[in-house]
């Protein structure tokens, strides 16, 4: 199917839920919808090539993004009412996203460690995000998770970031990962927040040099087994150092017997609960 045209799939998950929406637009980005909210996340919005290869050697030389927006993207982005940030990487907040944000005078959501990097840019944060402490959000609640970008060494000049838990009214919870590996914490949410929705990146990106910067496939795999409920699978085929593709990843999970919980959805796909 063409990118461009969206596929709705309807999931019911509990009584609860009341019309929500998940639009996937390219690696990280995704938009949530709900009535009259509408968050923009993590977004990337250059044009294809307007970012350095992030791997010269390791993987295929190719400047990033390596694939455009979803022609349908257009449309969401006009509605965007906020911006949720989970760090400060330029494939979750490109300088084409900064304008978008600036422009429209878009609330920003981010953790406290990034608020001030991001008030140099111009970006209009009302809102900063603690780890492991709840807040209001929208009419109902968000709290920071921590993450941690990568095995062994890299994840520490890879910096902070933040995952999200949002509970919004008579909505689906959704866990938001992030760019981390597999960790405690990550293990914590899965089994005692019980969250409808996580997400998770499952590129399994790589520098050139050091250890994976996100889960590797056993990990992936250990992940949709622990969580409780529906997991979407994003972060892959859109920068130059994500091995992990759709195809390969639907075919472990199929061979697990996972792939029935899990939505690996195209660019441009919108997942109505």
Request: a positive charge.
């Amino acid at each position: 199917m063409d990118q461009c045209n969206s596929i709705q799939l309807v999931i019911p998950l509990s009584e609860k839920v009341i019309s929500m929406k998940i639009q996937h637009l390219r690696n990280a980005s995704l938009i949530i919808e709900a009535d009259d909210k509408v968050i923009l996340v993590d977004p990337m919005l250059g044009k294809v090539g307007t970012l350095p290869p992030f791997s010269f050697f390791r993987f295929k030389m190719r400047k990033n993004p390596t694939v455009p927006l979803p022609e349908n993207s257009k449309s969401t982005l006009k509605k965007v009412t906020h911006c949720l940030i989970t760090h400060n990487h330029p494939d979750h907040i490109d300088t084409e996203a900064e304008k978008f944000l600036t422009e429209r005078n878009i609330p920003v959501i981010c953790s406290v460690l990034d608020e001030k990097t991001f008030r140099k840019k111009g970006l209009n944060v009302i809102q900063t995000i603690n780890y492991w402490e709840k807040s209001p959000f929208l009419g109902g609640t968000i709290e920071g998770i921590p993450a941690k970008h990568g095995y062994g060494f890299v994840a520490k000049p890879a910096g902070n970031v933040m995952g999200f838990f949002i509970a919004l009214p008579k909505r689906p919870s959704i866990y938001i990962s992030s760019d981390t590996i597999y960790t405690d914490d990550v293990d914590a949410v899965l089994k005692k927040y019980n969250p409808e929705i996580s997400i998770v990146a499952a590129g399994s990106a790589q520098f050139d040099i050091f250890k994976p910067l996100l889960m590797t496939i056993d990990d992936i795999v250990k992940f949709v087994e622990n969580a409780p409920h529906k997991v979407i699978a994003n972060h892959m085929e859109a920068v130059n150092h994500c091995p992990t593709t759709r195809v390969k990843l639907k075919s472990i999970l199929t061979q697990k017997g996972l792939l029935q919980k899990t939505f690996i959805p195209k660019d441009g796909e919108i997942i109505t609960f």
